[in-house]
Structure formats: structure tokens, C-alpha cells
């Protein structure tokens, strides 16, 4: 039973019939363009046998929603999906046995459709609506209960639009930054130049002259605020209330080289086997075996990674009474009031929580820290609502980013080409900083605005994390079969910049490391690269996915300046499958041109086809842009990736064609896909990057610099 | 603050603005034309374009000023008897949105790309769409929906 399941086990909590028969669908995931909630939806339609048109998903809100956590690590389908079916079961089944008493026939006489139960013996029916409209169920939801078969299915696996794009392509959806209310005050924080500067001095004069303009000042310790009634003054007005402080600058950000400071930092090792980290020393890397007839060495890199949402991060806030309320784009909303109603001392039944859309990141982003601001500023000013925006800068400077990271990975080959020994070390720094239940005061120190204020809390100690296949050792544990890997996490202190969970956390720089070395252990032995994969992998689904990508990648001519590489990854090991292939040419102004790219995923029970071939299509965009252009730099003074010139992504102009494998597994268990393809597709590049020039690029991002670099040796 | 009259979506509208303020914010808080984002605030992004005068305009910087004799069109603007345009019926069917805070800048500049060039080729689409960013790699689905376009208007041509 999935944790959602337990946590709430009544049908009642998650579905309910109203008098009209329109289903109304609680779960506790958010939607943040994944498309969670179409696939929900058909879940709940099919189960219900009612058209999809007739369900509607509520926002996510604290005292309302399910409490599923966070909307991560690609769950959503596993966890709310299958919560959905198996309540969406549970009431059928229950709906059924109400219509047989109800038309006095017998339960094996009767069909459903569209919303009504029919006798096919009496030809008597009775709608949902009329059975179960506005009454509650009462009833747990049964674990157990009959699904329906695949083979049933008329709207699963179908194509579908997704919810709301109407409302997206004529600009009639509401993100939070959209939201209005009577009153509203809009507010910008002022940050310091970077994270260990202090408030030294206020400029009192200039904080006067601006308060007879009409604007509050927000001022706590180092967090500084300001509210008015137009926004774009109140841009203006923040400009000139940053320049009326002065900052005490400390020490600065450590300015030590990110790739030597991952292996020379004090930091905690723990090994690591079947995904799970263990509290034991670390074993020492054993000499070569006796059979070993070739031996590697390699340390692949990259560096801090932003979400970059393309929308500032944004909250809205009111202060009534002791009550307050936030609307919010965070992917949990109730892990967000825990923290920030320890944090404020208040609660938590006097702060309610609703999600609204936000713009999309895929990951821990701005969400929670500006859900904090508005917070303070809102109870700073009472009974006024509060839409507070981060700005470009904010975005880029404040967010927590994906950590950079290094992987030391060795292996030998015996005379055969077959692996006899596999070591892979990961460095890096915390993945697992979103706001979380845990310790009292430990929550607070998650949410940034709260370091800053006068009763500040300290920034928190990460620990490492312990379960499987998380945070810096996700995807550490190849699946291949290779004996004995000697698999390390080290979690590394003092590194200079916030760091929290970005989409696939460890598995994107692991993948990029296990699956160039395979390519790199495959030339050394002689063999394809392809047949060295399969040889080494017993998984039969992970293979199909292999051969499938290997020869939709083989289909078509590829010139003779252009290179092909591939690479493999199942998720979390438990996850979705997916294998990669990349076709791209490297320009004679050392520009990477991505031509074509194949991506074959098995994910189970595939429930909305559409929607998953978007996530692989994305999720390799999204990895591309990280592996060709992006590093979040910084100097002793702060981070100067500060808008999009100096932290580039991806353009339309390189964008390849991609083409999505589906492999399909009816009846299957639904797999999560959504970070799936991120990690083999850094691979991919870098292999065919190998292929086109000869070029094995180990460090992220491959710009022209590094390719000119790497070619001068 | 001074009074003037904009043309929005074919209609005259009256707003007090600070004349130097960028058009985005005048559209978003006085007009409540939200379609249009603002991303950056550097004209660096394209959540914020708009038609001037068919033209796509990034409306973040530019003063409110600037447009008070131009035709100003927003992605709402777009619609046509209160339903999707062909380029936003396209936008839909191909599922070209993932969060969408993008979407409404993409929408606007197929819009003028496809007024001015009925066939595009892959450079030309790429110039039009170089300067707006997406996060969540909605790319390839905006790509689609051009080419089912760019498909339709030479069936119609014919």
C-alpha cells in the first residue's frame, strides 16, 4: 500500500459524486505542466466508466487535500494514481451493489456507462448522481479491490488534450502572479548581495521619503521588504530602498575552485549497496583483480545547476486575525505549513495553504522561500492581501540550486571485455532541502527569508540521506550486472552555494558518468557500445528499451561530420526505463547541433500517451540545455548568474527532432516517467560528441571554450 | 500619472499610467489582460510579447507611452468569436504548454510569423522564436504545431 493509501483510506477523502453525477477528484499532487491531472483524470474515468469531461480535480489545500507529500522523485502517477484507481474501484463497486438494491436485480445483471447503471435484465436504470449525489460514501478504500483489465480499457492509453491548455494558449489561466484581490498591496523583497551579508545600516531619510510615497516598509533584522499599491512603483521604489542599505559583506562566498573543493572538503561517506546507503566505514579500493586484463579510471563533473523557472517565483498572502492564508506555487503544501508555522510560532490549523499554478521548474525553485516572504510581509501589514514577486534577479541569485558534482568511477576488464570490477564514488552537496515534517525548528531553517530576520534561524546542517536511492545516490547503483560495485556518497561540507532538490537530484550526473564510462570500457574492449550495454544487462525491459532506441537511432542516414551516442538509465532502479539516442554534429565554431534524437521509455501501464511522450520530449530538452550551456557561476561578492545573458539555456534554434518509443506493457504497474530521460540523455550527448570528433567530454557544461580546450589537450 | 487611450484588442481603453512604465504592467493590472508575463523584466525572455501593430513587441521594458497610436494585441486578443484562434486551436491540440508561463509570448509570435510567412522554413521559424525561452521543453510541441500550420494554409492555398 503506497504511503498516500495509508495515510488516508477512506473513498471519501479522495472522490466524491455530486447531485449533477460529476465526479470531483481530491488528490494531494500538483499540477506543474507534467499533466499529472489529465492522467488522473482518465484514471478515475475509466474506473468509473464516465467520460473525462465529467471529472474535476480541486486544487491542492492544506485541510482539504490529501496530504501526499511532496509532488516529486516521480510519483505522482505511482502514489495519487494508484490511490485514485483503487478508490475509484472501491466506489464502483460500491455504486454497483447500491444500484442492485435500488432496481431490486441482481449486482452480475448490471452495466455501467457514461454515468449510468443499467439491468440488462429490466432495462431499469439509475444514474450516479441520483444513487450516491452529494452523500458520502463512508466506506475505507479496498486495497484489494477488482480493477478493471487492461483489455477493458476505452479511455486509459488513449490520446487526450490536457487539462486546461484552452485556458494556457488564449491567456485565460490564472498562474498566482495573475491573482488579484480587493486591496492587494504588491510587494518586492530586497535581498542582500549575497547569502552571508547583513543588514549594517539603513538609510533612515531615504526609508522616510519613501513611506510618504504611500509605501510600507518591511524591515525585520536583515529582511528587508517593501508593499504599494502599483507594481511597477513598487519596483522602482525596492531599487531605491536597495540602494539606501548598507551591507556588512562578511566573508563573502568561498571562491575555491567547486571541482577541487568536492574531493578535498571535510565531508561524510557512507557506502552504498542496493541503493541504500549503510552506516560503515568506507571500504578502501581493492588493487585490480587477478582476471583483470585492463583497468579504467575517469572522473566525470558538473557544475550548480538552476531550475530557472521562467516566471519569478510568487506568493499571495493575507493576514486575518491570527489566521493566514497563502496561495502558493510549491509542490507541497503541506510540508510548507509545517515549517513556516513552526517558523512563525504559529498553528497550523491557522494557516491555510492553496496551491495555485506557477511557472515550471521541476523542482524545489523559489516556491517555498517567497511563500515565506509574502508571510512576513502580510502579517507585517493585517487584513491586506500581499502578492509578492521575486524578481528576475532574485530567481537566479536566491533559489536553490541542483548541486555540482563529481563521480570517480574505476573499472577493470577482463581479457573477454566483460566488467570484474566496478567502483563509482558521487560528491557532492545536498539534494534534500525543501521544507519537510521533521524535528521541530528544523523545517524553518528550509525556508530562506526566516535566516534573515532579527530571531533568524541558521542555515541547516545537511545530513546525509539514508533512503533508497535518494539525494546524491540516486541511480549510484548501476543496474548492470557488474560483482561487487564498491558504490560511495560523500556528502560535502563548505561548498559555496544553496543547493536543493532539481529534477532526477543525483541521477542526471550519475547516469552522464556510468553511461560515458560504459562507452569508454566498450572501446577499450573492442565492442559496440550497444552489445557491451546488453551483455552486462539481464533486465529483459531493459533491454527492449536499449534495442528499441539502438535501432530507431541506426534508421537514417547520419553524415559523415555527424556522431551517434546512446545511453540507459531505469530510474531510481524502480522507475521508468529509458534509453536515449542522440545524432548531433559538433560546428566548426566548436557549437554542438543537436540533429536528431531518440528516446524508447517503458513506463508500465502507459495511461496518457500524450502526456508521457511530452515528459520524455521535455526532460530531454531540459538536459540538454544543462549538459550544452548551463553553470551557475558566483565570486567572492555573490552569485553573477543573474538573468538569462549570463545563464543561457537551450534555444529553439538548436531543438532536434525527437522521436518517442513507447513500449507498451498492458495491465502493467504504472512506472514514473517524468525524470526518466534527463540522465541517459547527458550521456547520449557526450557519447556521440566521442563519436563525431574523438572527444571525450567529462566536464559539464560542453561549450565551444571547453571543446576548443579539450581538443588542445 | 497621466490619462491616455490605448487601442487593446480593437478596443479603445482609457488608462491612468505613469507614462514611463512598461506596457506589461499596464496591460496585466489596469486592462486585466494576464495572458501576457512578465518573465524578466530585460526583454530577454518573450513571456511578454505582444502585437503592435502585427508586429511581436516585448512589452516589459518599453514605456506605456510609447504605443498610444498603436494597435496593441494581446494573446486574448487573439481570439476569434470567443474561441481559439487557428494558431491557439493548434497550440492545444498538439499539447504545446507544460506549465505555460511561456505559452501566451509563444502564441503571439507564431501568430505574427505565420501572418507574414505562410511557409516558413525551420531557419525562419527559429529567428522568430530565438528570443522566447521555455523552461519545461515545450519546444518540440510549438515546433508541431507550426508544421500542422503551416500544413493547413497550403491546404487551403490549393
Not at chain 1, 545 to 565: D, F, H, M, T
Not at chain 1, 682 to 703: E, H, K, Q, S
Amino acid at each position: 500500500m503506497t504511503s498516500s493509501l495509508a495515510k488516508q483510506p477512506d473513498v471519501d477523502q479522495w472522490l466524491s459524486i455530486g447531485t449533477d453525477g460529476r465526479i470531483t477528484i481530491n488528490s494531494g499532487k500538483v499540477d506543474i505542466g507534467q499533466r499529472i491531472s489529465t492522467a488522473i483524470a482518465l484514471i478515475a474515468a475509466e474506473e468509473l466508466d464516465v467520460p473525462l469531461e465529467s471529472i474535476d480535480i480541486t486544487p491542492v489545500e492544506t485541510g482539504v487535500s490529501p496530504d501526499e507529500g511532496v509532488t516529486s522523485g516521480s510519483n505522482s502517477i505511482q502514489d495519487s494514481g494508484q490511490a485514485v484507481r483503487l478508490a475509484a474501484a472501491t466506489a464502483r463497486r460500491h455504486l454497483i451493489a447500491k444500484a442492485a438494491k435500488t432496481l431490486e436485480v441482481n449486482p452480475a445483471t448490471l452495466e455501467l456507462s457514461d454515468g449510468l447503471i443499467r439491468s440488462r435484465e429490466t432495462n431499469r436504470s439509475v444514474t450516479y448522481g441520483d444513487l450516491q449525489g452529494g452523500q458520502s460514501f463512508g466506506i475505507p478504500i479496498d486495497a484489494e479491490a477488482a480493477v478493471k483489465a487492461a483489455e477493458n480499457y476505452t479511455q486509459i492509453g488513449q490520446p487526450a488534450t490536457a487539462r486546461g491548455m484552452t485556458a494556457l494558449a488564449t491567456g485565460k489561466a490564472t498562474f498566482v502572479h495573475d491573482m488579484t484581490m480587493p486591496g492587494m498591496l504588491h510587494a518586492r523583497v530586497v535581498r542582500p548581495p549575497h547569502y552571508h551579508a547583513r543588514l549594517k545600516l539603513l538609510d533612515t531619510t531615504a526609508c522616510q521619503r519613501l513611506e510618504a510615497a504611500g509605501f510600507h516598509i518591511i524591515h525585520d533584522g536583515s529582511f528587508l521588504a517593501i508593499a504599494g499599491e502599483d507594481e511597477y512603483a513598487v519596483i522602482k521604489a525596492a531599487e531605491r530602498l536597495s540602494a539606501a542599505v548598507n551591507w556588512d559583506m562578511k566573508t563573502g562566498l568561498p571562491t575555491q575552485d567547486i571541482y577541487e573543493s568536492l574531493t578535498k572538503n571535510e565531508r561524510a561517506s557512507l557506502p552504498v549497496s542496493d541503493g541504500i546507503p549503510r552506516s560503515e566505514p568506507v571500504p578502501e579500493l581493492a588493487a585490480p583483480p587477478a582476471n583483470a586484463d585492463v583497468t579504467l579510471n575517469a572522473r566525470y563533473e558538473k557544475p550548480y545547476h538552476m531550475h530557472g523557472s521562467l516566471g519569478p517565483s510568487a506568493a499571495l498572502s493575507v493576514s486575518e486575525g491570527k489566521k493566514l492564508r497563502i496561495w502558493t506555487h510549491s509542490q507541497g503544501v503541506y510540508v510548507l505549513r509545517e515549517s513556516l508555522a513552526d517558523g512563525l510560532g504559529m498553528d497550523q490549523d491557522d494557516l491555510h495553504i492553496i496551491h495555485a499554478p506557477g511557472a515550471g521548474c521541476y523542482g524545489h525553485n523559489g516556491a517555498d522561500d517567497v511563500a515565506a516572504d509574502a508571510a512576513l510581509v502580510a502579517r507585517a501589514l493585517p487584513g491586506t492581501p500581499i502578492l509578492l514577486k521575486w524578481s528576475r534577479e532574485d530567481e537566479h541569485a536566491w533559489e536553490p540550486y541542483g548541486t555540482c558534482m563529481a563521480m570517480e568511477l574505476q573499472a577493470s576488464l577482463d581479457k573477454d571485455g566483460n566488467v570484474v570490477a566496478w567502483s563509482h564514488e558521487s560528491f557532492g552537496d545536498t539534494f534534500m532541502m525543501r521544507p519537510r515534517a521533521g524535528a521541530p525548528g528544523e523545517g524553518p531553517k528550509r525556508l530562506l527569508p526566516l535566516r534573515y530576520t532579527a530571531e533568524s534561524v541558521a542555515a541547516p546542517v545537511p545530513q546525509p540521506a539514508m533512503r533508497y536511492h535518494v539525494g546524491i545516490h540516486r541511480n549510484l547503483d548501476p543496474l548492470y550486472n557488474f560483482p561487487n560495485p564498491r558504490l560511495v556518497k560523500n556528502l560535502v561540507r563548505g561548498l559555496p552555494l544553496r543547493t536543493s532538490a532539481l529534477r532526477t537530484l543525483g541521477g542526471f550526473a550519475n547516469v552522464f558518468a556510468i553511461e560515458c564510462f560504459l562507452d569508454e570500457l566498450a572501446e577499450a574492449a573492442g565492442v559496440d557500445p550497444v552489445e557491451f550495454r546488453l551483455r552486462h544487462l539481464e533486465d529483459a525491459r531493459a533491454r527492449a528499451v536499449i534495442e528499441a532506441a539502438a535501432n530507431a537511432l541506426r534508421k537514417g542516414r547520419s553524415p559523415p561530420n555527424q556522431g551517434r551516442g546512446l545511453a540507459f538509465s531505469q530510474y531510481t532502479n524502480s522507475k521508468a526505463y529509458a534509453a536515449v539516442g542522440v545524432e548531433l554534429e559538433v560546428l566548426d565554431d566548436a557549437n554542438i547541433k543537436l540533429h536528431r534524437a531518440v528516446v524508447a521509455v517503458d513506463a508500465g501501464q502507459v495511461v496518457d500517451p500524450d502526456g508521457l511522450a511530452m515528459q520524455c520530449e521535455g526532460g530531454f530538452i531540459q538536459a540538454a540545455s544543462w549538459t550544452l550551456h548551463e553553470a551557475v557561476t558566483f565570486d567572492r561578492d555573490g552569485v553573477t548568474s543573474r538573468d538569462w545573458d549570463s545563464y543561457p539555456i537551450l534555444r529553439f534554434g538548436n531543438i532536434p527532432e525527437i522521436e518517442t518509443i513507447l513500449i507498451e506493457r498492458p495491465g502493467d504497474p504504472f512506472l514514473g516517467a517524468g525524470e526518466a530521460v534527463a540522465g541517459p540523455a547527458g550521456a547520449a550527448i557526450a557519447n556521440a560528441v566521442r563519436d563525431a570528433t574523438g572527444l571525450r567530454l567529462r566536464r559539464m557544461p560542453f561549450t565551444p571554450d571547453v571543446i576548443r580546450a579539450t581538443a588542445l589537450g | 500619472m497621466a490619462r491616455m487611450t490605448l487601442q487593446v484588442n480593437g478596443k479603445p481603453q482609457e488608462v491612468d499610467a505613469e507614462p514611463s512604465a512598461p506596457l506589461l504592467f499596464i496591460l496585466r493590472n489596469q486592462l486585466g489582460l494576464t495572458g501576457a508575463k512578465l518573465g524578466c523584466g530585460l526583454e530577454q525572455c518573450g513571456a511578454c510579447a505582444v502585437l503592435i501593430d502585427g508586429d511581436p513587441v516585448l512589452s516589459c521594458v518599453r514605456a506605456v507611452s510609447e504605443f498610444e497610436d498603436s494597435d496593441i494585441r494581446t494573446v486574448e486578443g487573439l481570439m476569434v468569436d470567443g474561441g481559439p484562434s487557428n494558431v491557439q486551436q493548434a497550440f492545444i491540440d498538439q499539447g504545446a504548454a507544460q506549465c505555460g508561463y511561456c505559452t501566451a509570448g509563444l502564441v503571439v509570435a507564431t501568430t505574427a510569423l505565420l501572418k507574414r510567412n505562410k511557409q516558413p522554413d525551420r531557419t525562419t521559424i527559429d529567428a522568430a522564436l530565438e528570443g522566447h525561452l521555455c523552461r519545461c521543453g515545450s519546444h518540440t510541441r510549438v515546433l508541431r504545431a507550426i508544421e500542422t500550420l503551416i500544413a493547413e494554409g497550403a491546404t487551403h492555398d490549393q
